[in-house]
């Protein structure tokens, strides 16, 4: 009977102290953009969930959903796009590779392309806060076109500090210029405002490709 005791207080203690030592609640920041192409408005929802070892950050807007998985330096592990026309493409990184998939009405297809040379971040709304919170002045990584899956290197330059206001709110803002590399960054260039203290995008401003409208997405709101 003691012995079954004895055994009942150490299972409970043992029970007692997983409890406690279980990890805290993941930390979840809640965004709203607003994004403005030829006078016509949307609005998309991100949230930002800090987990012990990674980033997770869910996208919805009007055009579809996204999932997005970084490690602690906001360098992209895999990101996954569903849209609500039936079309989707999936990167995940694999190593020093990452494999591209593509499914739309005409079929299937993919590619596999060495990073080696430089990071792989698929999004920066938010995988640009370590540059931004950094001294760096330069950021060097590279992209997967969503359409072709076809990789561009892009570098981001800090311009200059800024107050900027968007949706009534000022803040002071870090100003980047976003290009290719080499002939082509003739042909592309983002203008981008990011919060100097937090790293998250305030502001983005460009096109598409010679021809096309310009897009601009501002931050509305964020909370935690």
Known sequence: MHQVLRFSIVLLMLVSSM?????????????????????????????????????VL???????TTNILTDKNFQTLSFQH????????TLTK????????????????GRTYDISSSPWVQ??????????????????????HPQKLSIHTLVATKIRDEQLTVHGQTYDAVRLKMTLTGIKKMFWH?????????????KYVANEGPGTPVSTIELKSKKT
């Not at 869910?58 to 579809?64: K, R």
């Not at 694999?94 to 297809?109: E, I, P, Q, Y």
């Open 19 to 55: 409890a406690f030592s279980s990890s805290s609640p993941a930390k979840i920041e809640h965004f709203l953009y607003s994004k403005e192409v030829e006078g016509k408005q949307t609005v998309a929802k991100w949230s930002l969930k800090d987990k012990e070892k990674t980033y």
């Open 190 to 202: 983002a203008d981008l405002w990011y919060n100097r203290k937090t790293g998250n995008l305030l």
């Open 82 to 89: 569903k849209s609500h026309d039936g079309y989707s493409y």
């Open 123 to 144: 999004e920066f709304d938010f995988s640009f806060r370590p540059f931004i919170l950094s001294n760096s002045k330069r950021y060097t990584f590279q992209i997967i």
């Open 94 to 109: 694999d190593g020093n590779k990452v494999h591209a998939h593509r499914h739309d009405a005409n079929g299937s297809f």
């Open 58 to 64: 869910d996208g919805a807007s009007p055009v579809g």
